[in-house]
């Protein structure tokens, strides 16, 4: 249950919004931060929580992307294949990645490392090609860049190449 | 000319001029003028969402074509809903909703009578461009009432906006986005909501339908007839279709009747109990100690022979009947003039008396009429609502749906007292759009009542008329309350004087306040007495004989107004007048040749009591069941087995039935004509929709026979001439009219009550009635109506068994944790009087510490009830009751 | 180096700036808060920023001060400001940036903007997929929130604004204002239909403002140094101040560019962003985001402004400007903006649910080597039927792709299906999936 595991979390994110269904969309990052993905438990206890009926979190838990109603791997390696992307390569980096990993976008690798997905813009089209790992960004991607930072992420569950604050072109300093 | 008054607006369309009230929407005033914007996502009853884009229109000045179910209109607005630019328009975004849709019209149950088809058929004759890859959802199982083919959706979202801005129940989704949007339940689950079919309806394509009929018939195979829902008081107008006397299914038009075409789970998917294989098909007569089968000759002579020889023995006070309020008016009105003009007999009774005769009374009592002083419409249009022990989305679902519209739509203020908590279920609760819900036990209405007026009282809102006429009326009412302490009023009702105060006065600011009194409180301890102080609440407050208030209390059985209005009483004559009253008795003479017999005749439970000690030798009960519905403790089996004579008139063998010496077949109200008057009291057309099954007759056509067979011949041919008595008796069953005006409040009455009727019971009524105790390891045992049940009927409904197949013991949770089990475990109810096993469904809405059976079940639960009678209006009281549980393997 | 002043990107372009409350207090940062509240009342701020001639930086370029406005002067209940974080539009970087370098800009933005439209209530409805941007700001909040510039009593000004960052969780339409706030509100984010519009019925059916971040942040500068310095950057009198250009693709220096509207795009692209990255020449660019219709290079003298966008037949949009050069197949980067706009259509009104899967569908033909020459048309009519016929504007922006390549590049088109029919493959795809 969320409600014994997050109470102050919880009480915080309520205590954000005056109409309790806005509290929805946190709360399904949070049952999903907690199991990896949204259960239907997390959807009922949510459900209750915020005096809406299971299919009413449903509705909105299918509406968006970013909220997973099913297993991802540890690590959910999103592809930008929109056209700025595209324009400089992000098509040769998928294919990279898929034979690498030996998986097509929306598999998981049999160790349940690695999801694949091919998704739209990721608002970040100066420095493409790119990719989103969980919460972090990857960005100018190569073929030796991605190599290294799948390399990481197996041996240390994080890579040193994921973004920082986004500063282009590069202060003054530099 | 320009418009002279504000509230109305002057434009055209299409060349026409119409004026129309401001905010009307263009579609709505093109339908005014005979011009039909295609549409599918616009629908009256709904909030404009303006997604399908197919009624786009050119409005002049306006650069881009406009959606008609979004725009209101303006002052000199020019509309053209049917230029080149808007048919392209129409076409083009039919081009488009077609694309994906699977064409699959013929094994489509919609085909025929599918916006789709008649849009296509209007629009697009040519071949269509799309030669891509269909959109395909994965086909899952919805529901086993239910059926959707997602295929053939068109995202209007009708079904969606429908559930939750009418039903309020919130039980459909929207899932996914773009083209691959569909409309699911909960993930995987199949439907769990209210099944009022109201999804079904309103799809304007075959993406949802009812798989009660699936693939049965093709629409234009049907045959149609309109008729009322007998399965509560609203009154509901249903169309029954029918093919080869088969019915195929039940719906309502959008408009139609006082439902204006919404239903209920039983309105819709209940309608297949009559064609139940149980049902009785020919007359039964006992030989031998068993019932067998018998010609209606045999039965109706052995039945008049009887009847005579009994008569002949014991004189008429040897008789008694009790019918169901299921009986058409018609019905009604010749049993009791059979009891009484041919048998000899006051000693008659209905369904009504089981708590509807508590409402009426106290209405004949203070405001002099027997009837809602207002109507359905004026629920809808209150500002203020007060609701009384009525969970009345389980018990009159589409009254219900009156209360919802008028706080959801109208914004109207609903306050509640109720034995019901705020919860969110699979079906709606009222009290969730409460916005002050007093929780409170069943036992103790009558005492939040007088809360109600002792914080009237204290804050003088009282209405300045009645405390300058009516001093001493105040004086006395307020001498009442004050001998009543807040301490102790909190001390029973759990609510504090400052809820009162705030309930109180919502009440007293309202300008059209509305009070609603549902089984709860008809049906509980002091249903008559409570009702009588919730008159006085609205007489302080100077509301009962303003127009749009009232005090409104719900009729259980679909026809327990008609029954009281038909005489269907021992006290009562049709009218209803009083069995004493001379005028009365004098029209009867002249209708009937023949004077009613005096005063005396008994009630449900005295003539079982009468029966048991040989008095009464001789019973008919038509369609009423009381072996089954009263407490074991009224020994009803032993009072009917004591009978010479025991005949039953039934659609089946009920618990009662099997004890009759006579069983004849009855035509349920599917294959007979005649009226029903509904809970408001509307008077409505019941037709016949399929011929009777098997020799089963209408229940007035036995009367009639036994009339001539017991010497005293009536001559009617046809249920319509007893109509035509009934209009020359009572006044309101003349036109049949589309609505009821409610009668006003019969002043002199008023007058009445006010000097001197309030004094008789005053003390008494403004008591506090002790708490029940709360024991550990007890609970406080209800029976309660189901949403999906209302009776006999209801429990061989094959839609409705599906929903709710066997009854179950509802709990709430934290009393489930108490006693620590689970859904489906097996609990022993107890208490001295009995006992009673049955499993558990744990609901949110039962308050804690009290328990729910469904009525409809309630056989098992009759040994652990007990019975007191009301000493002014002898309805029986046996609805709740204290046990213990535990739970067993 | 810059030709022209920084005003949005100056603070993060000093050399060690890292975007803490007490950088940016040191660069001169919540002054202007200082200055206003309390001080100057709401109606003034409001008409000062009217004056300035501020328009929208999130896309449709509405006027600022004339958007506050339309909020009733009389309403007692609560108002809302959202500020528009969900930086979506394919080609789109800048907001990015303003949040994660310098986000008490943002929010100094945002308590300006509150006190202006007498908001006691904001949320930055940002991008679910910043999440680095987010941390950023709540890290920013908390300073601002213990400085005392956010909270009650703002400076001791009387002034309550209190802020809080709401993520959204990947729907392009959230970036819609009405969907957006739909979206905060915990449903599905689909576009309302208005009227009425925010302004009056809103956050939770309150009177509500919603702007883009790029545009709060310049509130802070346009009321520390008036309405006539902002007024006289750039193109006067419709398109004032500078703007943020993310430019994309082919160009040797791709990033975020602060110049002053009016700009040519030969300037942005051949000066700032350093030229084409090879030797192939400029074939095509879109000047405003993936709504924006494809634009050639006889437009590169086109100035970057509102106005003289449009009259180009495309439009400034977010200002995102993507560069393609020559050999870029304009069918293949039609098709992949269709497929972005088919992924993300919220499926609400008929002609853009079914049109966007439509045209995908046909485009993918048409690649494929398996088009007629009749699609072509049949692209065009899909294209008129969705703009213009849809509750929001995604309607119009969806067909922009399709219909600009097909009017300067239709022969690519022509040449793809003129190939199918060589190789006799013409036949439609069967009507189930194979």
């Not at chain 2, 744990?842 to 309630?858: K, L, M, Q, T």
């Not at chain 3, 979206?183 to 019925?201: D, N, Q």
């Amino acid at each position: 249950m969320l409600r014994e595991k997050y109470q102050s979390e919880i009480d915080d994110i309520l205590s954000r919004y005056p109409v309790k269904r806005s509290a929805l969309i946190p709360l399904l990052y949070l049952a999903q931060r907690d199991q990896g993905y949204i259960t239907e438990s997390a959807m009922k206890e949510i459900a209750r929580l915020l005096d809406l009926t299971p299919p009413q979190v449903y509705e909105t838990a299918t509406f968006y992307t970013m909220l997973n109603l099913k297993k991802v791997g540890r690590f959910h390696i999103q592809v930008c294949k929109s056209l700025m992307c595209a324009l400089v390569g992000s098509d040769t980096v998928l294919a990279w990645i898929k034979a690498k990993l030996g998986i097509q976008p929306g598999e998981t690798t049999g160790d349940g490392l690695f999801t694949l997905s091919a998704v739209e813009c990721l608002a970040a089209c100066g420095t493409a090609p790119m990719m989103q790992i969980n919460d972090d960004y990857y960005e100018r991607l190569t073929e030796e860049k991605v190599d290294r930072i799948l390399a990481d992420l197996k041996t240390n569950g994080t890579s040193p190449l994921k973004s920082g604050p986004y500063m282009w072109p590069e202060a003054a300093q530099k | 000319m320009p418009n002279s008054t504000t509230d109305t607006v002057r434009l055209t369309i299409d060349g026409h001029t119409v004026t129309v009230p401001k905010g009307t929407l263009v579609i709505e005033a093109a339908r005014r003028v005979g011009v039909m914007i295609p549409h599918f996502c616009y629908h009256p009853k709904l909030k404009p969402d303006a997604n399908c884009r197919m009624c786009l229109v050119e409005v002049e000045k306006m650069p881009k074509l406009q959606t008609a179910c979004s725009t209101p209109v303006a002052e000199g607005m020019s509309v053209r809903t049917a230029s080149t630019v808007v048919n392209d328009a129409h076409k083009s975004v039919l081009e488009f909703i077609l694309a994906n849709h699977p064409l699959d019209c013929p094994v489509c149950d919609q085909g025929g009578r599918c916006d789709l088809q008649d849009f296509s058929h209007q629009y697009t004759a040519t071949t269509s461009r799309f030669v891509e890859t269909k959109r395909v959802f994965q086909k899952e199982y919805f529901s086993p009432l239910i059926e959707t083919q997602m295929n053939r959706c068109v995202q209007c979202l009708r079904c969606v906006r429908y559930c939750d801005e009418v039903m309020d129940v919130k039980a459909l989704a929207p899932v996914g986005r773009g083209t691959m949007t569909e409309i699911k339940h909960f993930g995987p689950h199949p439907l769990e909501c209210e099944f009022c079919g109201g999804c079904v309806q309103i799809c304007p394509v075959g993406a949802i339908t009812s798989r009660l009929s699936m693939y049965e018939y093709r629409p234009w195979m049907l045959k149609r007839a309109d008729t009322v829902c007998g399965y509560c008081g609203d009154g509901c107008q249903i169309t029954v279709q029918t093919k080869n006397e088969a019915l195929v299914e039940v719906n309502s038009s959008l408009g139609a009747g006082r439902n204006n075409g919404d239903l209920c789970a039983r309105g819709f998917f209940g309608f297949r109990a009559v064609t139940h294989p149980e049902r009785l098909t020919q007359p039964l007569i006992r030989r031998n100690g068993s019932l067998v089968p018998a010609t209606w000759e045999e039965a109706l002579e052995y039945v008049a022979g009887q009847a005579a020889r009994i008569k002949q023995a014991h004189g008429g006070q040897s008789f008694g009947g009790l019918i169901t309020g299921r009986c058409t008016n018609e019905e009604l009105y010749l049993f009791q003039k059979f009891m009484r003009a041919v048998l000899g007999t006051n000693s008659i009774d209905s369904s009504a008396r089981y708590g509807h005769l508590n409402g009426v009374q106290a209405m004949r009592r203070v405001q002099g009429t027997h009837r809602w002083a207002a109507s359905f419409e004026d629920i809808v249009r209150a500002d203020v609502l007060l609701l009384v022990g009525t969970n009345v989305t389980e018990t009159n679902p589409i009254t219900g749906l009156k209360v919802k519209e008028s706080v959801k739509k109208r914004g109207a203020k609903l306050l509640t007292i109720e034995a019901l908590e705020p919860a969110i279920e699979s079906i709606s609760n009222v009290a969730n759009l409460s916005s002050q819900h007093l929780g409170v036990a069943p036992s103790q209405f009558r005492t939040a009542v007088l809360g109600l007026v002792k914080a009237a009282l204290e804050l003088r809102l009282l209405d300045p008329d009645v405390v300058q006429q009516h001093p001493a009326f105040v004086a006395g009412v307020t001498g009442a309350t004050e001998r009543v302490s807040w301490p102790a009023v909190q001390a029973a009702t759990g609510i504090d004087r400052e809820a009162y105060a705030n309930a109180a006065a919502a009440l007293a600011g309202s300008r059209r306040l509305v009070v609603l009194a549902g089984q709860g409180l008809l049906r509980g301890r002091h249903g008559y007495s409570a009702s009588v102080t919730l008159l006085e609440l609205l007489l302080l407050l100077g509301k009962l004989d303003r127009p749009g208030c009232g005090f409104l209390p719900l009729a259980e059985e679909n026809n327990d107004q008609g029954a009281v209005e038909m005489g269907a009483a021992a006290e009562l004559l049709p009218g209803p007048v009083d069995i004493a009253d001379r005028a009365a008795r004098d029209r009867l003479v002249k209708l009937w040749g023949q004077e009613p017999p005096p005063n005396g005749g008994a009630s449900l439970v005295e003539m079982l009591d009468r029966a048991r000690a040989g008095i009464i030798k001789a019973m008919f009960i038509v369609g009423e069941n009381p072996v089954a519905s009263l407490p074991a403790q009224v020994r009803a089996g032993e009072a009917l087995r004591n009978l010479d004579l025991l005949v039953c008139q039934e659609l089946f063998l009920t618990e009662t039935a099997a004890l009759a010496h006579v069983v004849l077949p009855a035509a349920s109200s599917m294959e007979k004509a005649g009226t029903f008057t509904n809970t408001e009291g509307h008077v409505q057309a019941v037709r016949p929709a399929i011929d009777p099954l098997g020799d089963s007759r209408p229940d007035w056509e036995v009367f009639a026979a036994l009339s001539v067979l017991l010497g005293m011949p009536w001559d009617y041919a046809e249920s319509k001439d007893v109509l035509k008595e009934i209009r020359s008796l009572i006044p309101g069953y003349g036109a049949l009219g589309p609505t009821p005006i409610p009668p006003k409040v019969d002043d002199a009455a008023v007058a009445r009550y006010l000097s001197q009727g309030y004094q008789e019971d005053l003390a008494v009524r403004y008591m506090v009635d002790d708490p029940v105790a709360k024991i550990d390891g007890t609970l406080q045992l209800s029976l309660v109506q189901s949403l999906f049940h209302s009776g006999k009927l209801s429990t061989r409904a094959q839609g409705l068994l599906q929903v709710e197949g066997a009854p179950a013991l509802r709990i709430n949770p934290a009393d489930a944790a108490r006693f620590g089990v689970v859904d489906h475990d097996r609990v022993r109810l107890s208490n001295t009087r009995g006992e009673m096993t049955t499993s558990i469904k744990i609901a949110g809405r039962v308050p804690e510490g009290h328990a729910w059976f469904p009525d409809h079940f309630s056989a098992a639960a009759t040994p652990l009830l007990d019975c007191t009678i009301d000493p002014v209006t002898r309805v029986p009281y046996f609805r709740s009751t204290t046990v213990s549980m535990i739970k067993v393997a | 180096m810059p030709r022209h002043e920084l005003i949005l990107l100056k603070n993060m372009s000093q050399p060690g700036y890292t975007g803490s409350l007490a950088d940016y207090e040191k660069a001169g940062g919540y002054q202007a808060l200082r200055r206003i509240l309390g001080h100057v009342p709401p109606a003034e701020v409001t008409a000062i920023v009217m004056k300035s001639g501020l328009r929208g930086r999130g896309g449709a370029g509405f006027p600022t001060g004339v958007k506050w406005g339309f909020l009733p002067k009389d309403y007692q209940g609560p108002r809302y400001l959202c500020c528009n974080a969900d930086e979506s539009e394919p080609g789109t970087f800048k907001d990015r940036q303003l949040m994660e370098r310098d986000p008490h800009q943002v929010l100094e933005g945002i308590v300006l903007a509150c006190y202006a439209i007498g908001a006691e209530s904001a949320y930055i409805y940002i991008r679910g997929e910043l999440v680095l941007a987010s941390k950023i700001l709540e890290r920013a909040l908390g300073e601002a929130r213990h400085a005392g510039y956010i909270g009650k009593n703002v400076l001791g000004s009387g002034v309550n604004v209190e802020v809080w960052v709401h993520r959204g969780a990947g729907a392009y339409i959230c970036g819609e204002e009405t969907a957006l706030l739909e979206s905060l509100e915990g449903k599905r984010g689909l576009p309302r239909v208005k009227p009425p519009f925010p302004a009056t019925h809103g956050l939770y059916n309150k009177p509500t403002v919603v702007n883009n971040v790029e545009t709060l942040s310049n509130l802070p500068h346009i009321l520390t140094r008036g309405a006539e310095w902002f007024a006289a950057i750039g193109s006067p009198p419709k398109s004032t101040g500078t703007r943020i250009f993310c430019v994309s693709g082919h160009v040797k220096r791709p990033g975020n560019y602060e110049v002053p509207m009016g700009v040519t795009f030969r300037e942005l692209i051949y000066e700032h962003a350093g030229g084409m990255r090879s030797d192939k020449p400029l074939k095509a660019f879109i000047p405003g985001g993936a709504s924006a219709p494809f634009l050639t290079p006889d437009h590169l003298d086109v100035k970057l402004d509102f106005e003289s966008v449009a009259a180009a037949g495309s439009m400034l949009g977010s200002g995102g400007v993507t560069i393609m050069e020559e050999g870029t197949s304009m069918v293949w980067a039609a098709l992949r903006l269709m497929e972005f706009f088919y992924h993300e259509s919220c499926g609400k009104c008929s002609p853009c649910r079914e049109g966007s899967s439509w045209l995908v569908q046909t485009m993918r033909r048409i690649i494929a080597k398996r088009g007629r020459m009749e699609d072509l048309e049949t692209l065009v009519d899909l294209c008129k039927n969705i703009a213009g016929r849809t509750v929001c504007a995604f309607g119009d922006a969806e067909v922009a792709p399709i219909m600009s390549t097909l009017k300067h590049w239709r022969h690519e088109y022509v040449e793809l299906v003129r190939e199918a029919e060589a190789a006799n493959l013409i036949r439609p795809e069967p009507a189930v999936r194979p």
